[in-house]
């Protein structure tokens, strides 16, 4: 019979991660993205810059086209929020708006660089974390070094934009904007619907540092909602005066339509101005003034159609109080948000948490108030917009407050909510039955008697069997044929007569521990029944002892 090799099974490797055969080093891709993103921004920013060198004086611009790509050049800076320096003073008012055209851009690339590198098919949250962070450094260091290079190439006497602003504002620009780009990245490729990478980003943080962020978020979307309210409001109002102003100015069609954009590029800046005015240290409009709920000092104002919203100066309006209730409402959302997201078991940890995200916001309020404001050149115009820090210690100490008062109860709430969720999900199946029954609107004596239902009868245990440890007097032992023929040498069959009895058999078997046993083998085909020697009685004998009957047998002698 031909030997027959039992078959090996070889292991199964585990499956590779699906990268893209057209997937390229970080670096390259990185480039490539950061140059099309700066050709196109500047594409579009000469264009504009064209048309208005078309309508407005040439010498205005420079001589030529080379001032017209200059001028091109430091609008893009501008757009980075990279300020510039004038014979008169530096310039670091910058519109906000103009960010939205470079981040859409970086956004885009950010998550074209994701793809094209294989990183979008990664697992794991700390893996999407590093590639996503990857991506945004990949796209943010070619990036900020173009800015640099065209900040230095379009420099001039008259104008000289700051390298060392250009290199940070742009880096921090198209790293974030990148960043969240390649997160949205990754939600798409799994196929799910993601409306903005900031929620994905959310997902990919720690639970803890996840609830944070939410919190701030929540608190900072209720500040920038109350200083909307107010700008559109105050603008409502003034609505007269501003229309005056424009018509003093007098811009024309193509300088009217310049005008508008360069009013809704500084559209961010005056939400920010009416935010830090709701939180209660206002914002200035030159040295000297100040502009707050506890009274409006004003001096000679630009003409600037949206100033046109300023309040007179003296007292402020008796409704404009109302609106210092905006941080305490940014306080109760984001503290709430913090709990709900990721609650805490220990009761007295949930003000801590809320008041962290307080300050958390309080941060980023101070940051936004910053990138707010800025000086307008020189003399008295050198201070314009709200101040940094103390809009934050403000913020920080009423959201925080107010997020902390509000976490208490919110996260008792929440505990006993879980609570008796998971304690619905752990009653009995009988349990629901009887809460329908007593629904609310029917009466007592209409309600239907509760009945259980019927169990099925189970059949009584049998009774246990006694096993018997000693030997019954009574039994006899089964004889065997002593006067049999000899016959030649075999190896011994198994006697059965060597078997245990049922008693010993069950006793064996209680002994025994559960599951020592070996399983039978099914397969194996049963063995007949051994047939039962038959008995001699003529070389038996009977006596008896002692009132005890004995079977006595004889034995041949031994040689």
């Not at 530096?90 to 960010?99: A, E, F, K, S």
């Not at 959201?399 to 969720?421: E, K, S, Y």
């Not at 009584?460 to 044929?481: G, K």
Request: charged share 15%.
């Amino acid at each position: 019979m031909p030997d027959v090799k039992p078959r090996q099974r070889t292991p199964r490797k585990a499956p590779a991660r699906a990268v893209p055969a057209s997937s390229r080093p970080p670096a390259v891709t990185g480039l490539v993205a950061a140059t099309w993103c700066a050709g196109v921004g500047l594409a579009v920013l000469t264009t504009v810059t064209l048309v208005g060198w078309i309508a407005a004086p040439r010498t205005a611009l420079g001589p030529g086209l080379p001032g017209v790509f200059r001028t091109a050049v430091n609008f893009w800076l501008v757009a980075h929020h990279a300020g510039f320096s004038l014979p008169d003073g530096r310039v670091g008012l910058l519109p906000l708006g103009l960010v939205v055209l470079p981040g859409a851009l970086l956004y885009r690339g950010g998550g074209w660089v994701a793809r094209v590198c294989g990183a979008v098919h990664l697992r794991g949250a700390a893996s999407a974390r590093r590639a996503v962070i990857q991506a945004a450094l990949a796209l943010a260091v070619p990036y900020a070094a173009l800015a640099g290079v065209l900040a230095l190439a379009a420099a001039t006497d008259v104008v000289r934009p700051s390298a060392w602003q250009a290199l940070v504002a742009c880096f921090l620009v198209a790293a974030v904007a990148g960043g969240l780009g390649a997160a949205r990245a990754f939600g798409a490729a799994r196929g799910k619907r993601v409306r903005s990478g900031m929620g994905v980003l959310l997902r990919l943080l720690p639970a803890r540092l996840r609830s944070l962020m939410t919190g701030v978020l929540g608190a900072l979307g209720v500040l920038v909602a109350f200083g909307a309210v107010l700008v559109g409001a105050s603008l409502a109002v003034h609505h007269a005066q501003a229309v005056a102003m424009f018509d003093e100015l007098a811009p024309g069609i193509v300088g009217g339509a310049l005008l508008l954009v360069v009013e809704l590029a500084y559209l961010p800046n005056a939400v920010i101005w009416g935010m830090a005015y709701a939180i209660g240290p206002g914002f200035a409009v030159g040295r000297g003034t100040s502009v707050s709920p506890t009274g409006v000092f004003l001096d000679v104002v630009p003409s600037f159609p949206p100033l046109a919203a300023l309040p007179e100066p003296g007292p402020a309006p008796a409704l404009s109080l109302l609106v210092m209730a905006a941080p305490f409402a940014a306080g109760v959302v984001g503290g709430l948000l913090t709990v709900r997201v990721m609650p805490s078991p220990a009761h007295e940890a949930a003000p801590v948490w809320g008041f962290v995200s307080g300050v958390l916001t309080g941060g980023v309020t101070a940051v936004l108030a910053a990138l707010s404001g800025g000086p307008m050149g020189g003399e008295r115009l050198t201070v314009m917009g709200p101040s940094p820090w103390r809009v934050g210690m403000m913020a920080a100490l009423q959201v925080g407050t107010a997020a902390a008062i509000t976490a208490w109860p919110a996260n008792v709430l929440i505990l006993r909510r879980l609570a008796g969720r998971a304690g619905e999900a752990a009653e009995p199946a009988g349990r629901p039955a009887r809460r329908r029954a007593a629904r609310p609107g029917k009466r007592a004596e209409d309600r239907p008697p509760a009945v259980a239902p019927a169990r099925p009868e189970e059949p009584p245990p049998p009774p246990a069997r006694r096993v018997s440890l000693v030997a019954d007097p009574l039994e006899f032992e089964d004889p065997e044929p002593v006067l049999a023929p000899r016959k030649a040498h075999r190896p011994r069959a198994r006697d059965p007569l060597d078997e245990p009895f049922p008693q010993e058999i069950a006793a064996g078997r209680e002994d025994e521990e559960p599951g020592s046993s070996e399983p039978e083998d099914e397969t194996a085909p049963p063995e007949p029944a051994p047939k039962r020697p038959e008995r001699r009685d003529e070389a038996l004998r009977t006596e008896t002892r002692g009132g005890a009957i004995y079977i006595l047998r004889d034995e041949p002698p031994e040689d």
